[in-house]
C-alpha cells in the first residue's frame, strides 16, 4: 500500500452532480478497492505505478473552509473515496474537517462503506443536518468480499442501526445494483426498521473494469452471462425499465421512502 501525505489549497469543492452543491473527497484514491469503481479515472491525476485500491493520498490543508458560502447548501463527502477508509483512523482528515462544519446551517451528506463512520457520532449529534448513507448491494458476504476490502455487510448493518439509535437520519445506497444478484429486497427488509430512506443506482459497466466482471461472471454466475451481455453490449435498457417498476411498486406499497437514481437517459428523462 502506498500512502503519500499531499497539500492542498482548498477541500471543498463545488459540484454538478444531482442533489449537491459541494463535494469534499479527503483523500485520493480508495483503499476499499471496489472491482467496479467508477473513481478509477482519478488515477490520471496521480503519479502511481500501483493499480487503483492499493494508493492514498491523504490530503492536508492550512486554509479554514469558507464555511460562509455553505449557508443552506448541500454538502457530499466521499464521492470519488470513502471518507472512512480504514487510513482514517490514523490520519483523521475528515473528523477534522467535520470540526469545522459542526455549526454550518448546511445538509451534509457522507456516503461510506466502513463502520468507522461511528467514531463519529459526537459530531453528528452536533450538526444541524446530516445524513449516513451506507453503500450495500448486497447481504452475501462472499460476493461482498470478492467486490471490496470494506467493512463486513453484517457491521454495516450494525453501524446503521447505531447511528439511528443516536438520532442521525440514515439511508442505504444499494448500489451499483448487480443485475440478478443484489438481493435488494432482502437489504431494505433486514434495514427498513432503522433506515430512513433506500437510493438505487444500476451497476454501470465501463472500461477498464468490465472485462474483469465479465470474468468473474463467467467463473461465479455463467449461467447470467447471457442477460450481462444483452444489457452491456447490445445497449438494451428493458431490463433496467422493468425492475424500475418493481422498485417502485414494492416501496409504494411498503411505504418506504426511495429515490431511483438508475441513470439511463430514458428514465432520466421521466
Known amino acids: 500500500m502506498k500512502i503519500r501525505e499531499i497539500n492542498t489549497s482548498n477541500l471543498i469543492v463545488k459540484t454538478r452532480i444531482p442533489d449537491g452543491d459541494y463535494v469534499i473527497n479527503p483523500y485520493i484514491g480508495c483503499t476499499n478497492s471496489c472491482k467496479y469503481c467508477y473513481a478509477i479515472f482519478m488515477k490520471r491525476f496521480c503519479n502511481v505505478k500501483e493499480k487503483w485500491g492499493d494508493f492514498l493520498y491523504v490530503k492536508k490543508c492550512q486554509k479554514p473552509i469558507d464555511i460562509a458560502k455553505l449557508y443552506n447548501r448541500t454538502i457530499n463527502f466521499g464521492t470519488v473515496t470513502d471518507a472512512y477508509v480504514w487510513q482514517e483512523k490514523k490520519y483523521q482528515v475528515t473528523r477534522n474537517i467535520l470540526k469545522q462544519l459542526v455549526n454550518v446551517q448546511c445538509e451534509i451528506i457522507i456516503l461510506t462503506k466502513n463502520d468507522l463512520v461511528l467514531r463519529d457520532i459526537d459530531l453528528f449529534k452536533q450538526m444541524h443536518n446530516v445524513q449516513i448513507a451506507f453503500s450495500?448491494?448486497?447481504?452475501?458476504?462472499?460476493?461482498?468480499?470478492?467486490?471490496?476490502?470494506?467493512?463486513?455487510?453484517?457491521?454495516?448493518?450494525?453501524?446503521?442501526?447505531?447511528?439511528?439509535?443516536?438520532?442521525?437520519?440514515?439511508?442505504?445506497?444499494?448500489?451499483?445494483?448487480?443485475?440478478?444478484?443484489?438481493?435488494?429486497?432482502?437489504?431494505?427488509?433486514?434495514?427498513?426498521?432503522?433506515?430512513?430512506?433506500?437510493?438505487?443506482?444500476?451497476?454501470?459497466?465501463?472500461?477498464?473494469?468490465?472485462?474483469?466482471?465479465?470474468?468473474?461472471?463467467?467463473?461465479?454466475?455463467?449461467?447470467?452471462?447471457?442477460?450481462?451481455?444483452?444489457?452491456?453490449?447490445?445497449?438494451?435498457?428493458?431490463?433496467?425499465?422493468?425492475?424500475?417498476?418493481?422498485?417502485?411498486?414494492?416501496?409504494?406499497?411498503n411505504k418506504i421512502k426511495f429515490i431511483n437514481y438508475f441513470h439511463h437517459a430514458q428514465l432520466r428523462k421521466k
Not at 201 to 229: M, V
Open 136 to 253: 450495500i448491494n448486497t447481504t452475501n458476504e462472499t460476493f461482498k468480499n470478492d467486490m471490496d476490502r470494506a467493512s463486513p455487510i453484517k457491521d454495516r448493518f450494525v453501524a446503521l442501526k447505531k447511528l439511528h439509535e443516536n438520532g442521525i437520519k440514515t439511508a442505504i445506497f444499494i448500489s451499483p445494483l448487480f443485475p440478478e444478484i443484489s438481493d435488494w429486497k432482502n437489504i431494505i427488509d433486514q434495514a427498513r426498521s432503522y433506515v430512513d430512506e433506500f437510493w438505487f443506482e444500476d451497476l454501470n459497466l465501463r472500461q477498464p473494469f468490465k472485462g474483469n466482471i465479465f470474468r468473474y461472471l463467467r467463473a461465479k454466475f455463467p449461467s447470467l452471462i447471457p442477460l450481462y451481455t444483452q444489457i452491456y453490449n447490445k445497449h438494451d435498457i428493458i431490463y433496467w425499465k422493468e425492475l424500475a417498476k418493481t422498485i417502485e411498486h414494492y416501496c409504494q406499497s
